[in-house]
T-cell receptor, first 108, second 116 residues
Framework: KNEVEQSPQNLTAQEGEFITINCSYS?????LHWLQQHPGGGIVSLFM???GKKKHGRLIATINIQEKHSSLHITASHPRDSAVYIC??????????FGEGTQLTVNP | GAGVSQTPSNKVTEKGKYVELRCDPI?????LYWYRQSLGQGPEFLIY????????DSGLPNDRFFAVRPEGSVSTLKIQRTERGDSAVYLC??????????????FGPGTRLTVL
C-alpha cells in the first residue's frame, strides 16, 4: 500500500462544476502539499498546510490530521484548471512523498 | 526573479553511457531536492541537500546514481552506466530552509532523460 493514496485517478468534469480530489496518507507528517502539474512537467505549489483549511481564489484545501485525510476543492471549474493534481506529504528532513496524481479534465 | 532552472531539458543517451543533469536553485535557497518521475506516476524522492552536504540520500536507487552540490548552490545528478529503466523526468526543487518543516518547495521544469 502506498503511503499516499489519491482518488480519483482520473476525473472529467463540465465547466462550472464543483470538484473534489481526495488524499489519504498513512505516515506521520509535518505538512501536506497540494501541487499542480501541467503537460510538459512544470510543477507549481498550490497549498501547504498542517491543519484546518486554506483558500486561494477558487481553490480550497482542507486537512484532518486525526483522520490522515485531505481534500482539494475547485469551485466553478474552468477548462484551464485541467492538469494533474498531486498530493504530497512532508516527513523527516522536509522530503516529500507523493501520491500518483489525479488527472483532471474540465470540458467547456 | 529567476526560478529553479535545469539543464538540459532533454537528454537522449545510449545504454551504458554516463550522464550529468544540472540544477540551478533559486538564489539563497539552502535546501535542494532531486526527484524522479516516471510516466504516469507521481515523483519519487532521490536525494536532499542542506547546503553542501547530502542530508538524506536514501532515495537513490543504487550506486550508479550520485549527486553533488560542492558550493551549496548548483547541484549535479550523475548517473553511471545508464539503463533503459533510468528513463524518466528528473525534477529538481529548492526551498529556503530545509531543516525546518513547513517549507514551500519550488520546482524546476525537469530534465527528460531517455536511455535507448
Amino acid at each position: 500500500k502506498n503511503e499516499v493514496e489519491q482518488s480519483p485517478q482520473n476525473l472529467t468534469a463540465q465547466e462550472g462544476e464543483f470538484i473534489t480530489i481526495n488524499c489519504s496518507y498513512s505516515v506521520g507528517i509535518s505538512a501536506l502539499h497540494w501541487l499542480q502539474q501541467h503537460p510538459g512537467g512544470g510543477i507549481v505549489s498550490l497549498f501547504m498546510l498542517s491543519s484546518g483549511k486554506k483558500k486561494h481564489g477558487r481553490l480550497i484545501a482542507t486537512i484532518n490530521i486525526q483522520e490522515k485525510h485531505s481534500s482539494l476543492h475547485i469551485t466553478a471549474s474552468h477548462p484551464r484548471d485541467s492538469a494533474v493534481y498531486i498530493c504530497a506529504v512532508e516527513t523527516s528532513g522536509s522530503r516529500l512523498t507523493f501520491g500518483e496524481g489525479t488527472q483532471l479534465t474540465v470540458n467547456p | 526573479g529567476a526560478g529553479v532552472s535545469q539543464t538540459p531539458s532533454n537528454k537522449v543517451t545510449e545504454k551504458g553511457k554516463y550522464v550529468e543533469l544540472r540544477c540551478d536553485p533559486i538564489s539563497g535557497h539552502t535546501a535542494l531536492y532531486w526527484y524522479r518521475q516516471s510516466l504516469g506516476q507521481g515523483p519519487e524522492f532521490l536525494i536532499y541537500f542542506q547546503g553542501t552536504g547530502a542530508a538524506d540520500d536514501s532515495g537513490l536507487p543504487n550506486d550508479r546514481f550520485f549527486a553533488v552540490r560542492p558550493e551549496g548552490s548548483v547541484s549535479t545528478l550523475k548517473i553511471q552506466r545508464t539503463e533503459r529503466g533510468d528513463s524518466a523526468v528528473y525534477l529538481c526543487a529548492s526551498s529556503l530552509r530545509g531543516m525546518l518543516s513547513y517549507n514551500e518547495q519550488f520546482f524546476g521544469p525537469g530534465t527528460r532523460l531517455t536511455v535507448l
